[in-house]
Nanobody, 123 residues
């Protein structure tokens, strides 16, 4: 049974940092695409960043490129991290991680989703 759990959210002031974790149970992240998404209050879901665990290819949305970094735990292969630096108030959202079998960096069509973790950034 594939399960994902996002964690690490919290409250930060603008300019601060947070690291989110996406942990899998029931499978490892070999040969998957893992995506981080977010949904701000009153807005639709958007792709933040994705990683192809096969070759490490990454994708970042324009709004986070240069500030966020997505990585995979190479030892355990069941945790993906999203390091978020230079946080802005507009980064405030519930963040979700998801997994799919094929690489589609801008897609939000993922079969496996974890519960979200809230990130709040104050100005």
């Amino acid at each position: 049974d594939v399960q994902l759990q996002a964690s690490g959210g919290g409250f930060r002031q603008a300019g601060g940092s947070l690291r989110l974790s996406c942990t899998a149970s029931g499978f490892t992240f070999d040969d998957y695409a893992i995506g981080w998404f977010r949904q701000a209050p009153g807005k639709g879901r958007e792709v933040v960043s994705t990683i192809c665990t096969t070759d490490g290819t990454t994708y970042y949305s324009d709004s986070v490129r240069g500030r966020f970094t997505i990585t995979i735990d190479d030892n355990a292969k069941h945790t993906v991290y999203l390091q978020m630096n230079t946080l802005k108030p507009e980064d405030t959202a519930v963040y979700y991680c998801a997994a799919r079998a094929t690489w589609a960096p801008r897609s939000d069509s993922y079969p496996y989703w974890g519960l979200g973790t809230l990130v709040t950034v104050s100005s």
